[in-house]
């Protein structure tokens, strides 16, 4: 069955950098689209980024553009996500995600347990 597990979430003063990881099995990951996603305390899931199937294209939220970077390494069945100049409310839960159809939907078919970030000096 399909198995996205985050890590690499943790703390981080406002500033600095974290990098997820997403371990991604029971699927093609080479033919899918996927989504990285988070919910902060209190509010709803919010959209964060989406790269093609190949890597060849990356999607941002306006919240996040410039500062966090996707990436997957499909030999891996792993994606990314480098999230520099972290700011207090970038605090939430990430989620990997599939997408339900492209990369910049916002509804999803799967997603992972989570991987919390703390942002806070």
């Known amino acids: 069955q399909v198995q996205l597990v985050e890590s690499g979430g943790g703390l981080a003063q406002p500033g600095g950098s974290l990098r997820l990881s997403c371990a991604a099995s029971g699927f093609t990951f080479s033919a899918f689209a996927m989504s990285w996603a988070r919910q902060a305390p209190g509010k709803g899931l919010e959209w964060v980024s989406g790269?093609?199937?190949?890597?060849?294209?990356?999607y941002y939220a306006d919240s996040v553009k410039g500062r966090f970077t996707a990436s997957r390494d499909n030999a891996k069945n792993m994606l990314y996500l480098q999230m520099n100049n972290l700011k207090p409310e970038d605090t939430a839960l990430y989620y990997c995600?599939?997408?339900?159809?492209?990369?910049?939907?916002?509804?999803?078919?799967?997603w992972g347990q989570g991987s919390q970030v703390t942002v806070s000096s």
């Open positions: 790269i093609l199937s190949d890597g060849s294209d990356t």
């Open positions: 995600a599939i997408p339900r159809g492209n990369a910049r939907s916002h509804d999803y078919d799967y």
